[in-house]
Structures are given as C-alpha cells and as structure tokens.
C-alpha cells in the first residue's frame, strides 16, 4: 500500500533532490498544483499568471516512513516563513504549500505549524498554505530528477542545489535509502 503527499516548498529542482534520497520514497514527480490553468508549461507557471506553484507529488510507503516524517523534511528544508519566495525565486509559484489528501493529512500539517509557531521554531510567523489537492500536472520531461541529471554540468546544481542536499544529507542521515 502506498500514500501520496503533495508538497510545494521552493524551486522544485531542489526539493526533488532531497525528497528522493529518503527510505521509503517510491517515486517523486516534479510538477505543478493549485492553480487554475489546465496542462499549464514550465513558462505560463513561471509567468505567475497561472496560480500554480511549483510542487513534488511523492509517492511513499507508510510502513517505511510515515507522513510526519516527511513534514519534518518539508519544514527543516526551506523557509515557511517568506510569501512567495525561496531564496532567489520570487513569484506565487515558489510558495510553501502543502496540499492535503486526507483530512488526517490536513490535521497533522496544521498541528505541525501550529507548534512550529508556538515554539517559536522560526524568527518570523509561518505563512505556509495547508489547502486541499485538486489536480497535479507533472512538469516537463527535462525537469524530472533535475538535479541528478544536471549535477555536472550546471551552475545552479553546483552552488545552490549541492549545499542543499549535503545539508539534508547530514542532518536526516538516518533517514537515507542506504
């Protein structure tokens, strides 16, 4: 049995790259969600005229790595706290977003930023949207395992997605397929 979470937590170059090193993790799709525009491109998304953000639809086995687990990953692996931004990428399209696909999805991811902000986890209040999924457009082919297949050749692979996954790398090692 399998379960699927829907996360939007930046530049889903990056994102990707973390989500797939997890035990447990069966597959992780780069794509769009929670927009309004049907099949939308990488380009109408980027236009910030389409409503979507830019997003990773995983696929996980609960009895390896549970739901809670993986919001840990999402709220330690980017900043909950900027609207509509994740570093350099500014636009509604770089939102933190969770969209849920069960009501016990939802209780837990609001349960979660509720005690984030309560402890004071971040300097700033968490802006992160917890909102139902509707539909998932997976993003073009080229953007699939981005990282993995630009690693070499990629500026942007190189120094902003590598600091990313070697910090991830160190600080959820347990959690790692082996």
Request: hydrophobic share 30%.
């Amino acid at each position: 049995m399998t379960e699927t979470a829907t996360f939007a937590n930046g530049c889903f170059w990056c994102t990707e790259a973390v989500f797939t090193d997890l035990n447990g993790i069966i597959s992780v799709t780069s794509g769009y969600t929670g927009g309004l525009t049907e099949n939308p491109t990488y380009k109408q998304v980027c236009s910030g005229q389409t409503g979507h953000a830019e997003c990773l639809q995983i696929v996980y086995d609960p009895s390896k790595i549970s739901f809670d687990e993986l919001l840990e990953v999402f709220w330690k692996t980017h900043d909950p706290t900027t609207r509509n931004r994740q570093g350099g990428d500014v636009g509604t399209q770089y939102r933190s977003a969770i969209f849920y696909h069960s009501e016990e999805q939802k209780q837990k991811a609001e349960k979660f930023k509720t005690e984030l902000d309560q402890t004071g986890a971040f300097d700033k209040p968490i802006v992160t949207e917890i909102t139902t999924f509707t539909k998932f457009y997976p993003a073009e082919d080229y953007h699939q395992r981005y990282f993995e297949n630009n690693e070499d050749n990629n500026p942007y692979c190189t120094m902003v997605i590598r600091p990313k996954v070697d910090k991830f790398r160190k600080v959820f090692k347990d959690k790692l397929k082996k």
